[in-house]
Every structure is written in structure tokens, then in C-alpha cells.
């Protein structure tokens, strides 16, 4: 499918902005996905600065933490930072460690969801012990049973999610995003909302650079050992 792109009179961080108000003038609750990424700190940094210029209200945001129990210390730590942040302006924070279904990268050929993160029955074996706060069970989840993909819908069902998902990280999400804006509609049937969904890498680490926004230290040895900057 050819994918025709418009040139717009503003640029791509006042457009964020504008879509993230429209998010929050629904009155609904607001979910923001947030992985302690680039591009969720950028989202995370956008919805920050609303909040303290009046713009929008934090009582509607609940930021939302997938712990995957295999994560680099220096994530952890960047996302416990985030949370204070968030939670010092009036916004819940929800740190799951659930047992859900997750990708086992060791099956790539098979597609295989095996991986039970925080499995109750091999806690000799976890990466790490889950923080104190984190949320360990929920009456929504099938456990053991469930994906997050499956078990987040249900929990944001009465509101709208924004999540930091970009056209550049693939063709798949250029197209699907293309098709969902030609045919009138800005969000995804699970009330998805893409605030970032236009912006470049350049954008994405020019953004970071000029609100001296701290990355994890990852990134540093990801790029060391040639991983590319859009990763």
C-alpha cells in the first residue's frame, strides 16, 4: 500500500501536545503506557510538562509499568524515578508483575509465548524479586493463562491509552496507522492513541537532548557493541 505523507504548518512536538490535551478533554481516565524507553521518556516528558503548566489534569493519568522480571538494573531504576515523578503530581502508577504469558526468544521459528514472567512455581529461578509496590495479582488477569496484551484492554477498558508506538520503528505500524487515519478514525479499537506516532528517531533523540531528559545507560553499551541508534 502506498503511503502519501503531508508536510504539516507545526512541528512534530506541538502536534504531541495537541493530541495528548484532545486525550484528556474527554474527561475519560487516561492509561500511558511506559517502558523507561526513549520514546515512552518522551511521552513521559511531554505529559510532564502539561501537567505542571495547567494543561491537563493528572487525577484522569494512570501511568502503567509492564515489569517483564528479565529488565537491566538501569531500567528499573530509571522507571522508580519516573514513578516518583509521577506520582509527586497527582498521578497513580501501576508497576505489574503478573504471571502472564511472554515471548520466548530461545522459540523465534515457533513464535513461541511459553515464558511465564514472575512464575509462583520457580521463584528459586527469577531474574530478580519483584519491588515491594508492584501490583502481583488482579482480578482481570487469567494467570498463567493471559498475555499483557490480552489482560491491559480489559483493565483500560473504561478509559484511553496513549502509547509511545512510532511509524519509523516499522512498515507494518506506518501502514496500519496510515489506513486508521484515512478512514477518519484516532484511535485503535482498544482506544489506543499515538501521540508520537510521526516522529523520526532524530526527533525522538533531538527531544531528549534539548529537555535533558537522562536515558538509561543501556543505550550507551547497546551502541558500543553496534546496535543502531533507532533501536
Known amino acids: 500500500m502506498a503511503v502519501k505523507r503531508c508536510q504539516a504548518s507545526i512541528d512534530v512536538v506541538e502536534a504531541a501536545k495537541i493530541r495528548i490535551k484532545n486525550v484528556f478533554r474527554n474527561g475519560l481516565p487516561v492509561y500511558m503506557s ?22 491537563i489534569n493528572p487525577a484522569q493519568l494512570t ?15 530509571k522507571v522508580k524515578e519516573w514513578r516518583k515523578k509521577f506520582m509527586l503530581v497527582g498521578a497513580k502508577f501501576e508497576w505489574f508483575c503478573l504471571e502472564v504469558k511472554h515471548y520466548n526468544c530461545f522459540n523465534e521459528l515457533s513464535n513461541d509465548e511459553s515464558f511465564i514472567c514472575w512464575d509462583r512455581y520457580k521463584k528459586d529461578v527469577w531474574v530478580r524479586k519483584p519491588p515491594v509496590f508492584a501490583i502481583r495479582s488482579h482480578l482481570l488477569l487469567r494467570p498463567r493463562v493471559d498475555a499483557y496484551q490480552d489482560f491491559l484492554p480489559r483493565v483500560c477498558a473504561d478509559g484511553i491509552t496513549i502509547t509511545g508506538i512510532r511509524t519509523a520503528e516499522s512498515v507494518q505500524r506506518l501502514q496500519n496507522i496510515a489506513v486508521m487515519l484515512k478512514a477518519g478514525k484516532t484511535m485503535t479499537n482498544k482506544h ?14 533531538l527531544y531528549l537532548l534539548r529537555e535533558r531528559v537522562d536515558i538509561p545507560e543501556i543505550y550507551l553499551f547497546l551502541w558500543q557493541s553496534g546496535t543502531k541508534k533507532g533501536s
Do not use: H, R
Not at 515489569?67 to 531500567?75: T, V
Open 34 to 55: 511506559f517502558s523507561g524507553g526513549k520514546d515512552s521518556l518522551c511521552m513521559a516528558q511531554i505529559v510532564m510538562d502539561l501537567i505542571q503548566a495547567g494543561e
Open 192 to 205: 489506543q492513541v499515538f501521540p508520537i506516532y510521526d516522529w523520526t528517531n532524530n526527533d525522538v533523540w
Open 63 to 77: 501511568v502503567q509499568f509492564i515489569d517483564e522480571e528479565a529488565i537491566f538494573p538501569c531500567m528499573e531504576e
